[in-house]
Each structure stands twice: as structure tokens, then as C-alpha cells.
């Protein structure tokens, strides 16, 4: 599993934003000109209970080195429950991937309100370099994708 | 031939010849003598070719699917693991408890490995119990997770890595599980795309991880998916995994059990722990 690390390598890093709190938040981000890492590519979903664990497992086969899934506040969902959901789903889900050998590291979630521009940039900007720390993703992956 | 062998039989053709129930789900004699086969059992003369031995292994109630729309009762031999099988396809909403006759049998004679962590050797529900109950033994289930735990994540890997390279992707594994009980599997939709058909690690590893995260929070640890395995992948110790955490998060939790308790995935608390995120 040794990987060779090319000169310039950036890692590519999946976030899963709800439209109604993170994507909103990256939005703002965005409008106030904060500077965060290009590596990381913003998915929108209708809500964080969208993100079907599959997804990530799904994301890191066909290249991804990091995913992040981020939603409202508890009590925030615009859909009311949601984010319950997906809090039970991944605090399972994450130690089901560290059961497998992937790093706690490369798969993380957090709650990003809509007006959390500087959380949103401080989170991806962190993610980003624990995953350049890390390098290459090289587990779940298909060959075709490395 | 025993005692509960022969009960079993007088209780069928009973069962048979008052109509109670259309058929039985019983074991079968082949011949290999180290191995029985389910069998179908409607006509009361044919009630001898029923066996009770420590090779009566395999599960026998998600065959009752099959007469999910039809009328009348049949009966399923259970022993504490089928019983629990019931239990889940009952509460999944896929059987109905009033068109099942359980014929529950104690077990404390199988010799398989998975066996030895078994914590219901009587059957949780049946109408009636053929032979005495039986002492139920304390057992360990997690003790092999946390052998599993203690390793490091790229052990952990490679020993996963190289059990996945061996699945020949039968869904076995699926097909046995009483848990695994939708009308269409995520894998069979082909079109939509999720199970990728080429035979590869990391296809195998998307369809283990997958099925483990389907059944994990319903699985009653019958181990099937395990015995069934060609390939001698040991697949349970991925569900088991999950339900280590779920009950180190959730206190003592146990499935296929007719306590009314739901599957944790399916609801939620206010006070949830976040602390992962
Ligand atoms: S032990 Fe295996 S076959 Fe039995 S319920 Fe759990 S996942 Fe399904
Ligand atoms: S039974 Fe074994 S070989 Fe068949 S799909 Fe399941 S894990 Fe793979």
C-alpha cells in the first residue's frame, strides 16, 4: 500500500453541503472574499440526511481522499429531523471505516450554520491539510481511479 | 433416531392431519451423513423423513417470504436463532405472526464455531415446543472485534483487503440473511448504478461494507452469512462490529428479540452523543 507521492499532489477532498445552513454558509464565505483550499470540492444536497452513507464509501473508490459531510445545527434542519438522522447514521458509519483501516481523519462531519462563513473556511482549511498530511488516499480505491 | 426426532415428527403429521397449517419447514436427511437439507413437508405420510441431529444448521425462516401473500398458516421448525429470524421478518413487516406455526426446538448439540457465542438456544416465540428447554450459556460475543480493534488500521485493512479479493460476489451472503430482506437489492439495480459489476477488491469492498451497514442495527447474530460464505469470508464479524457500538452507544442491545425495541438506525434522541463530529 506504499504510494508514490507526485511532485505537486493535491488531495482531492468531497464535501457534502446541506443547501439550507452549509452551502449557504460557503456562499458567504465566497461573498467575503475568504480565501479557503481548492482541494475541496462542494457537493449541495437538499439536507445532511441525504448524504447515504454509500456516498463515502462510494467517493473514496473513485478517488476522493477525503470526505466531509456537513450539515445544520442540531434543531436547525429545515426539514426538522434530518440532521438527527444523519448524526446516528455516521456516528456508526465513521467507526465502521475506522474498523476498515481508514483513517478517523479522512472521513469527518460537522454542523455549519448558514452564517458561519469563518467556520466553514477554518473547517475545509483544516481538513485540508490533515489530509495533505496523510497524502493519497489509496484504500477502497479502484484501480482505474489512482 | 431420538426422542425429540420422533416427537417432532407425531407433532407434524398432527399438525398436518387436523390442517393447522399447509406445510412444515423442517431438516432433511442427504446423503452425506454429516449433512441435512431444509424440507417442504405437506403430506403426512411424509413426516418421517424429517431429522433433529446436531446438523440441522441451516436457517430456515426467510423460505416463509415465499408465502408472503398466500393464505393460511405454515409451519417453520425453529430453533432460538429462526426464532429470532421470525421475529425480525415479523417486525420488518414482512410476515405476519397469525400465518406462521412455530414448532420451537431447543438446541444445545451444534457443533459450529458460531454457535459458541449463541445466547438464545431457546426459541424467543413459538406455539409449541418440542423437548425440554435447555440451560442458556453466557457467552462473549464481541471477544473476536476486539482482537479485531486491537490491531492497527492498515492490519486491519490488509486482513479485510485480502478476505474481499477472495468473494466471488455469490450474495450468498445476502440471500441467507433474515435481515436482508427487501424486494430489491441495492446490487441487483444495475441501471442506477451503485454495485459496480466488475470483479475487483474494491467492488467486493463496496458490496461487504455496504450489506454490513444495511443489516448492521438488524442483524440477530444467526451467522449465516457466515456458514453460507464459499469463500470462508467471516463476514459477521463486520455486523458484529456494529453492534458492539451500538451497544457500548445505546446500552445492551440484542435484535430479533420480541421486546418491541426498533432498530437504532430508525429513530433518533434530542441528546444524541456528537462528539465525533
Ligand atoms: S448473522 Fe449474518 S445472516 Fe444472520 S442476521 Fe446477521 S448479517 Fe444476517
Ligand atoms: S457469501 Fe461470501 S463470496 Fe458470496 S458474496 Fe457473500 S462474502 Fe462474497
Known amino acids: ?20 445552513c452549509t452551502y449557504t454558509g460557503a456562499d458567504l ?14 457537493a449541495r444536497v437538499p439536507c445532511s440526511s441525504r448524504v447515504n452513507p454509500q456516498f463515502v464509501i ?9 470526505v466531509l459531510v456537513c450539515g445544520c445545527h442540531p434543531g436547525d434542519c429545515h426539514y426538522v429531523t434530518g440532521n438527527y438522522f444523519t448524526r446516528r447514521r455516521f456516528m456508526l458509519m465513521k467507526k465502521l471505516l475506522e474498523y476498515n483501516g481508514i483513517d478517523p481523519n479522512r472521513f469527518q462531519a460537522r454542523w455549519i450554520s448558514g452564517s458561519e462563513a469563518a467556520k466553514f473556511r477554518d473547517t475545509v482549511t483544516r481538513v485540508s491539510e490533515q489530509i495533505k498530511e496523510l497524502g493519497p488516499n489509496v484504500k477502497f480505491r479502484e484501480g482505474r481511479w489512482s | ?51 433433529w441431529n446436531k446438523y440441522c444448521v441451516s436457517s430456515l425462516a426467510k423460505y416463509a417470504l415465499d408465502e408472503q401473500h398466500s393464505e393460511g398458516k405454515i409451519g417453520i421448525c425453529v430453533r432460538g436463532c429462526d426464532s429470532r429470524a ?3 421478518l415479523i417486525e420488518d413487516k414482512q410476515l405476519l405472526r397469525e400465518n406462521l406455526y412455530l414448532i420451537g426446538l431447543p438446541c444445545d448439540d451444534k457443533e459450529m464455531n458460531i454457535c459458541d457465542t449463541c445466547t438464545h438456544r431457546n426459541p ?61 437489492c441495492y446490487a441487483d439495480q444495475e441501471r442506477v448504478g451503485w454495485q459496480g459489476k466488475q470483479m475487483n477488491t474494491a467492488q467486493n469492498q463496496i458490496y461487504g461494507l455496504t450489506r ?44 430479533g428479540l420480541p421486546d418491541g425495541r426498533a432498530p437504532v438506525l430508525g429513530e433518533y434522541t434530542l441528546g444524541d452523543a456528537d462528539d465525533f463530529m
Request: glycine share 4%; aromatic share 10%.
Open chain 2, 124 to 184: 424467543v416465540i413459538y406455539d409449541e415446543l418440542v423437548g425440554e428447554p435447555v440451560l442458556e450459556r453466557q457467552a462473549d460475543r464481541f471477544a473476536m472485534v476486539g482482537l479485531m480493534e486491537a490491531m492497527s488500521a492498515d492490519e486491519r485493512y490488509s486482513f479485510w483487503e485480502s478476505n474481499y479479493s477472495k468473494c466471488i460476489r455469490c450474495y450468498a451472503c445476502r440471500n441467507i440473511c433474515p435481515a436482508c430482506n427487501c424486494r430489491a
Open chain 1, 1 to 20: 500500500m506504499s504510494v508514490n507521492i507526485k511532485e505537486g499532489w493535491e488531495p482531492k477532498i468531497l464535501a457534502f453541503c446541506c443547501n439550507w
Open chain 2, 1 to 51: 433416531m431420538n426422542d425429540i426426532e420422533t416427537k417432532l415428527r407425531e407433532t407434524v403429521k398432527r399438525l398436518l392431519a387436523d390442517h393447522t397449517v399447509r406445510y412444515v419447514i423442517g431438516w432433511e436427511a442427504t446423503r452425506f451423513e454429516d449433512k441435512t437439507r431444509p424440507a417442504f413437508i405437506s403430506d403426512s405420510a411424509d413426516t418421517d423423513r424429517l431429522v
Open chain 2, 212 to 255: 454490513t451497514y444495511h443489516v448492521g442495527d438488524r442483524c440477530i447474530e444467526c451467522g449465516e452469512c457466515e456458514r453460507v460464505c464459499p469463500m470462508m469470508i467471516p463476514v459477521m464479524l463486520q455486523t458484529r462490529k456494529m453492534l458492539k457500538d451500538i451497544n457500548e452507544m445505546f446500552g445492551d442491545y440484542e435484535c
Open chain 1, 58 to 66: 462510494r467517493a473514496f473508490q473513485k478517488g476522493c481522499d477525503g
Open chain 1, 29 to 42: 464565505a465566497g461573498l467575503n472574499r475568504m480565501k479557503y483550499p481548492e482541494n475541496v470540492r462542494v
Open chain 2, 86 to 88: 421470525v421475529c425480525r
